[in-house]
């Protein structure tokens, strides 16, 4: 029985399939010393965006679910309400197209005129004034996070199957509850992954206000602005953070988490959230094979 338990806990709703064949491929080349090698490397493919009628943006991605990183990457655009009624998304893998489509009428030909590009390594672009209505955002005060979690949810986390382990170049981020790995999507861009989370969560209505987000990628303003905007209060990394970063989590009360390996980790922002409920010492360090899973290559 408490096996099946533990199973299940591990289980996620939703996660890296490395075995799709669509996602990746063998490459010959040669390694340091000349021989032959073959290497698995990750697919990079353009898909073009409609929201309507309308021409969004050509995203790079790998192509996998390519509904939910439509659906999240407009509502975390604000071109998305959360009480819009989505009546179909078409998506056609030979034009590398998706259309999402809404039961109102949609036109962001003035949002779209201004673009910020992110500091994502496959970059992201920001349409719009990229700081519209966060001041408001309100996170639950009375989410929590033990330490024990932390620990459980890293050590679940860094030794998943994933296209990364299997291939590298890519990003990970990964939805959360309590000690739990709910949801895991990998892309070459994290903006890609967050948007395809905030996708699952719009399409099956999760509530946000009790999750943690976990990313494998540095905590940049881009990172911590769709964290708040999806209404997560925890933000957890391996990397390290940015300043702007650091200063909107704590404008809107963001815990905010980085260098989280092993038993190690620091919190610049929203620090009363965390309980600690375990010893440190008795956490053990990171495994070596594990360890280089959200490294520079990422």
């Known amino acids: 029985m408490v096996q099946d338990q533990t199973k299940r806990k591990n289980e996620l709703l939703l996660g890296p399939d490395p075995g799709d064949e669509r996602l990746s491929r063998q490459v010959g080349g040669i390694d340091q010393d000349g021989n032959a090698v073959r290497t698995r490397v990750v697919t990079e493919k353009p898909l073009t ?22 659906v999240g990457y407009l509502l975390n655009q604000n071109m998305l309400a959360p009480d819009d009624e989505i009546t179909g998304i078409d ?6 197209v998706v259309v999402v489509r809404t039961g109102r009428e949609t036109d962001f030909e003035d949002k779209l005129q201004k673009k910020v590009r992110t500091s994502g390594c496959a970059q992201g672009t920001v349409f719009g004034d990229v700081m519209e209505g966060f001041g408001s955002i309100a996170l639950s005060r009375n989410a929590v996070l033990h330490t024990s979690w932390l620990y459980t949810l890293t050590k679940a986390i860094n030794t998943a199957p994933s296209l990364y382990l299997e ?12 000690d739990r790995p709910l949801v895991y999507m990998e892309d070459v861009g994290r903006h890609n992954a967050v948007d395809k989370i905030a996708g699952w969560m719009f399409m099956n209505g999760v509530e946000a206000h ?7 990628g ?8 769709k964290t708040a905007m999806m209404g997560i209060p925890i933000l957890i990394s391996r990397s ?30 929203g620090e009363k959230r965390i309980v600690f409920d375990m010893d440190p010492s008795s956490v053990a360090d990171e495994d070596a094979k594990h360890a280089r899973k959200g490294g520079r290559s990422r």
């Open 240 to 269: 390290g953070f940015t300043a702007w970063g650091v200063d909107l989590a704590r404008q809107v009360g963001l815990t905010l988490i980085g260098r989280a390996r092993g038993k190690r980790f620091v919190a610049l922002s």
């Open 49 to 70: 965006l409609y929201l309507n009628r309308q021409e969004i943006v050509t995203m790079m991605t790998i192509g996998d679910y390519p509904d939910l990183l439509a």
């Open 167 to 178: 291939a590298g170049a890519i990003h990970g981020c990964v939805l959360c509850e309590k």
């Open 91 to 96: 998506y056609d893998d030979e034009l590398d």
């Open 210 to 216: 009790d999750k943690i987000f976990y990313t494998t």
């Open 218 to 225: 540095r905590l940049t303003s881009e990172m911590v602005i």
